[in-house]
């Protein structure tokens, strides 16, 4: 049973670039998630997708955005690349659950470097 | 301030000791309280997950809560090598439809040594 797996695992940009950054969930997995992790911090919440619609968004700007096909497969996109955006980006997936609760299953992570 | 504090380290302990971890919060509404452990250049794997107050075992593991002081910890007996990694504290609310963000502390670098 495969779990998260995201593409590229490296890539490399300039600034003023975009990047479009890719995730299958783990199988049976209907919400997926990004998080923004840099260098030495814990996992920043960026955003979460259900029924291909974004459900919550943390405190990223307009520029970081995504998607979510009927396969329940995302892409996050971020326009207008800044250095800052130089991080690991890792997708998680879960299966909904109205009570709350909400354990993600995380991908190994896309590692962008912007010059 | 941060909603969760968590001491970077590093931390370095010799093989066998009893580990202990910890993280503050300062949000109220957080219910769900989680360890992950990461491997440098992986991505998180869900270590203990606790709903509430209380203790929770697995195996070597113990995850404690404490709601009224915002204060978790992660207790590791007989540690090992293999356990040196980062260590991430989450904790999420209860969001009315469910599909909650987590919100993680910075991290807790964890070295075992022989």
């Known amino acids: 049973d495969a779990g998260v797996t995201q593409s590229p695992t490296h890539l490399i940009k300039t600034r003023g670039q975009q990047v479009t950054l890719r995730c299958s969930p783990k199988s049976g997995h209907d919400t997926v998630s990004w998080y923004q992790q840099a260098l030495g911090q814990g996992p920043q919440f960026i955003f979460q997708?259900?029924?291909?619609?974004?459900?919550q968004r943390g405190n990223f700007p307009d520029r970081f955005s995504g998607h979510q096909f009927p396969n329940y497969s995302s892409e996050l996109n971020v326009n207008a690349l800044l250095l800052g955006d130089s991080a690991l980006y890792l997708c998680a997936s879960s299966l909904r659950d109205s009570s709350g609760a909400n354990v993600l299953t995380f991908g190994a992570g896309s590692r962008l470097t912007v010059l | 301030q941060k909603e969760v504090e968590q001491d970077p380290g590093p931390l370095s302990v010799p093989e066998g000791a009893i580990v202990s971890l910890n993280c503050t919060y300062s949000n109220s509404a957080f219910q769900y309280f989680m360890w992950y452990r990461q491997y440098s250049r992986k991505g998180p794997e869900l270590l203990m997950y606790t709903y509430s107050s209380g203790n929770k075992e697995d195996g070597r593991f113990t995850a404690q809560v404490d709601k009224s002081s915002k204060y978790i910890s992660l207790f590791i007996r007989d540690s090992q090598p293999s356990d040196s990694a980062t260590y991430l504290c989450a904790m999420s609310a209860v969001v009315t439809g469910g599909g909650n963000k987590l919100t993680f502390g910075t991290g807790t670098q964890l070295k075992v040594e022989l």
């Open positions: 997708y259900y029924e291909e619609e974004e459900r």
